[in-house]
């Protein structure tokens, strides 16, 4: 299983794009209120789904992640555990001699 | 392969204003409901009460169900990616389409401002989201393909309305009983037809989640309706749709419901059974009360059971400005109206 998490994610962000989540909906609430359909930007409605996308992919990312130190950790605990049984093993063997 | 037979009658959009009459009551016994859906059918299976005050009557609390708005909203612009993808728009064109939608129905133009909702779960922020979420995880690359109707349209918001076969008691030979609803989506899934249904939770979704809809009054209709608008094709199920809406996430799942001939005929007999009581209660003029369902309306929607609690809860008399301060009028009428 590869290490590296091949990551397909959304359309870069545009160079230059300075508008927070929060700062489009305002943007587009003020075309809402304007009455108009073509007031809404399509640019704007882009940069909603664009960071929503990014936000999901940050999500999944990082319970990815979370997913593989568990069970890195799950592993861990088994082979302390076998490595122990051998240690007594020996020393068994030792006191014998 | 194609659908011969299909009533294919389109919703119409959900910004028409709702009629101030009843249309699904008989015009003789005014009080005599005729076209039933799984709302009305349900409230009545559960307190004819409840159905008196909510149908009947046409009363809603006055402030508005987050939960209803939510629903609505979501099922709204997922039909619009739907629409759009019919229309060979683009995942990124239709999915941008879902948003306006989004964003649209959630704006109200007369107080020129958008829905406030106070719930951390379901707000219009979590709302839009869930909606992007859900397309992003499924649009483009999801295995379920809408079916297209003889029309050339998507199956999507498709209204039924079949006889229950049982005449009305009136005098009228026209009036009989009818069952109403719309279907949220039919569609393929590994070649073969499902009814999908979508639904919205702030639970987690689990094996739990899915078993409750087994028996479930709305899920025996739909499956109903398939059986008879999509004759020449079986229905081979009822696909759950289920997105979990959680503060900082949006989680979704699918599970599967199935019914049997044998359970759709005993569901259809059970109906026909309840329109029969309610014609004693019509004659009689008096719904009784099921005070052991109070709290069977323990919902995420209504935390404390019955909306109703506060009108049954005290003296006839002072029934009425009990309605008047907290209840607003409201026509919920199967032959126009849609359930989420």
């Not at chain 2, 009108?311 to 009428?333: F, T």
Request: aromatic share 12%.
């Amino acid at each position: 299983m590869s290490d590296q998490l091949e990551i397909t994610g959304p359309t870069p962000l545009r160079e230059a794009d300075p508008f927070s989540l929060d700062e489009l909906f305002d943007r587009v609430n003020r075309g809402l209120a304007a009455g108009l359909p073509e007031a809404v930007e399509e640019s704007d409605l882009d940069g909603v789904v664009e960071r929503l996308q990014a936000a999901r992919l940050r999500y999944v990312t990082e319970g990815e992640a979370k997913a593989r130190a568990k069970d890195s950790g799950e592993k861990g605990a088994k082979r302390k555990k076998a490595v122990k049984s051998v240690a007594e093993a020996l020393v068994l063997d030792i006191d014998e001699l | 392969m194609t659908i011969i037979e299909a009533e294919a009658e389109l919703r119409p959009p959900r910004h028409e204003a709702l009629t101030s009459i009843n249309t699904s009551f008989s015009q003789e016994w005014p009080k005599l409901q005729l076209y039933w859906d799984s709302v009305s059918l349900g409230a009545l299976k559960t307190c004819p009460r409840y159905y008196y005050y909510a149908i009947i009557c046409g009363l809603r609390g006055r402030t508005d169900s987050v939960h209803l708005t939510f629903g609505l909203a979501y099922h709204f612009a997922l039909e619009t990616y739907d629409r759009h993808r019919a229309l060979d728009a683009s995942h990124r064109e239709a999915m941008r389409e879902a948003v306006r939608a989004a964003l649209t129905y959630t704006w109200n133009p007369e107080l020129q401002r958008p829905w406030s909702s106070d719930d951390t779960y379901k707000n219009r922020e979590t709302l839009v989201r869930t909606v992007v979420w859900y397309l992003d995880k499924f649009g483009e690359e999801d295995p379920l393909r809408t079916l297209i109707l003889q029309n050339g349209k998507p199956a999507v918001e498709l209204s039924f309305r079949f006889e229950l076969e049982l005449a009305a008691p009136t005098s009228d030979p026209d009036e009989e009983y009818f069952y109403c609803g719309h279907l949220d989506k039919v569609a393929y899934f590994h070649d073969q037809l499902w009814i999908v249904d979508r639904k919205t939770t702030k639970h987690s979704i689990s094996q739990d989640f899915f078993e409750r809809f087994s028996p479930d009054n709305q899920m025996s209709g739909y499956y109903t309706a398939g059986t008879y608008i999509l004759r020449s094709e079986p229905i081979r199920g009822i696909m759950i749709d289920a997105a979990q809406v959680q503060v900082n996430a949006s989680q979704f799942q699918r599970g599967f419901v199935h019914r049997t001939p044998e359970q759709l005929e005993e569901w259809l007999t059970d109906v026909r059974f309840y329109l029969r009581l309610n014609e004693t209660f019509v004659r009689a003029d008096y719904w009784p009360q099921n005070d052991k369902a109070c709290n069977s309306y323990i919902s995420e929607a209504n935390p404390y059971g019955c909306p109703f609690r506060p009108i049954c809860g005290v003296s006839a008399s002072i029934r009425p400005s009990v309605i008047k301060s907290l209840y607003q009028k409201h026509v919920w009428d199967p032959r126009q109206t849609r359930e989420v």
